[in-house]
């Protein structure tokens, strides 16, 4: 799955007038993804460790705890690709997320889920890229300097 094809899924799953935590899209995710390949949803898991990883930087969660920023980092993405995107290019974007407390923690159980109704059995996930927050060294140089 590349980025793109991330980002239709997104888009494709999100009910109408969904819920701004993400719990609707969560299920339409899984749904879809469980019926497979299990390449997809191991691509959708690569994915979206990538897009939370790129969101993992000071900038924006230098004032958050570690599960706060990286359920808000979350949300971002499952508000879609535009906001995502307005997001990387200014950091205020982000700012209402984090003010208002709007957490997607749903949206990063999707894969297991969705492998475990697709294989019956449990994933011990491992993607490229780590989503938990203050992982990515270059987003946080302070701390990794």
Same mark, same amino acid.
């Given at each position: 799955?590349?980025?793109? =094809? +991330?980002?239709?899924?997104? =888009? =494709? ?7 701004? *935590? ?14 497979? %390949? ?5 691509? +959708? ?14 900038? $924006?969660?230098? *004032?958050?705890?570690?599960? !706060? ?14 906001? $995502? ?6 950091? /205020?974007? +982000?700012? %209402? ?12 159980? /999707?894969?297991?889920? !969705? +492998? ?30």
């Amino acid at each position: 799955m590349d980025e793109n =094809e +991330f980002w239709q899924l997104i =888009e =494709e799953c999100r009910p109408e007038g969904a819920d701004e *935590e993400g719990e609707e899209l969560a299920q339409a995710l899984v749904d879809r993804l469980s019926r497979g %390949p299990v390449e997809l949803v191991t691509g +959708f898991a690569e994915q979206l460790s990538r897009l939370l990883y790129q969101l993992d930087r000071e900038e $924006y969660g230098k *004032e958050m705890s570690g599960d !706060a920023f990286l359920y808000t980092r979350a949300a971002v993405v499952a508000a879609g690709r535009k906001v $995502y995107e307005s997001v990387l290019r200014d950091r /205020v974007a +982000f700012t %209402p997320y984090a003010e208002d407390d709007v957490w997607a923690e749903s949206l990063l159980t /999707v894969p297991d889920e !969705a +492998f475990r109704e697709l294989t019956g059995e449990e994933w011990d996930r491992g993607t490229e890229y780590s989503y938990e927050s203050f992982s990515n060294a270059d987003g946080w140089p302070h701390l990794n300097g």
